[in-house]
């Protein structure tokens, strides 16, 4: 499963990287920076969700509580960008 993952990042940036060397126009380049710093955002939020349902599921209010500061920064990090 890790490997499907790293396959699919992989293919992922090779895709990113050429969209970004057809793209001309600024507008474009900003439209698909922007587009691609979204999903990462989007996908460390999902994460990040989901470790702090498993730590409270399973009574880990230490862990909870790093996670939920983990979590308040990227969503801080998400708002400045």
């Known amino acids: ?5 790293q ?16 793209v001309d126009e600024k ?3 900003d439209a698909l920076y922007n ?10 939020e999902l994460k990040l969700k989901r470790k702090i349902a498993v730590a409270e599921t399973q009574g880990n209010i230490k ?4 996670l939920l ?8 990090e998400m708002k400045n960008e």
Request: aromatic letters at 16%; zero cysteines.
């Open 27 to 29: 507008e474009e380049k």
């Open 7 to 22: 396959e699919d990042f992989k293919e992922f940036i090779e895709n990113s990287i050429y969209h970004f060397s057809e």
């Open 69 to 76: 500061k983990k979590f308040l920064k990227l969503t801080d």
């Open 35 to 44: 587009l691609i710093k979204k999903d990462y955002y989007h996908t460390k």
């Open 1 to 5: 499963r890790t490997q499907l993952l």
């Open 63 to 66: 862990e909870s509580e790093k």
